[in-house]
């Protein structure tokens, strides 16, 4: 039988392992330094994806949360950008 606290530190390996395994395809909109809108599709593992949500509102690089795939000016991406991330990486927003 395992011991509880082998058992403990198996399932937190394996927690670990799974957030850096995971990858998201994630729409994030907001507003530029400057002013007016952005939206961007990047691409981060599950645990930066939690990191980003926890830190979102204290702005920040996007790159430092994962790889950048398409980004723009406005509020919403154009309609062949949503279908291509869809295609190519699985977006499902």
């Known amino acids: 039988m395992t011991a509880p606290n082998t058992l403990d530190a198996l399932l937190t390996t394996f927690e670990d392992a799974l957030l850096d395994a995971t990858v998201h395809?994630?729409?994030?909109?907001g507003t530029q330094a400057g002013g007016g809108g952005f939206w961007a599709?990047?691409?981060m593992t599950a645990r930066n994806r939690q990191r980003f949500?926890?830190?979102?509102e204290e702005g920040g690089d996007l790159g430092d949360?994962?790889?950048i795939?398409?980004?723009?000016?406005g509020t919403r991406p154009p309609r062949?950008?949503?279908?291509?991330?869809?295609?190519?990486?699985?977006f499902r927003g």
């Open 53 to 56: 949500e926890a830190e979102r």
């Open 65 to 67: 949360y994962g790889d």
């Open 41 to 43: 599709f990047v691409r």
């Open 80 to 90: 062949r950008t949503v279908d291509s991330m869809r295609r190519r990486y699985g």
């Open 69 to 73: 795939l398409a980004s723009g000016s």
């Open 25 to 29: 395809v994630v729409l994030v909109t």
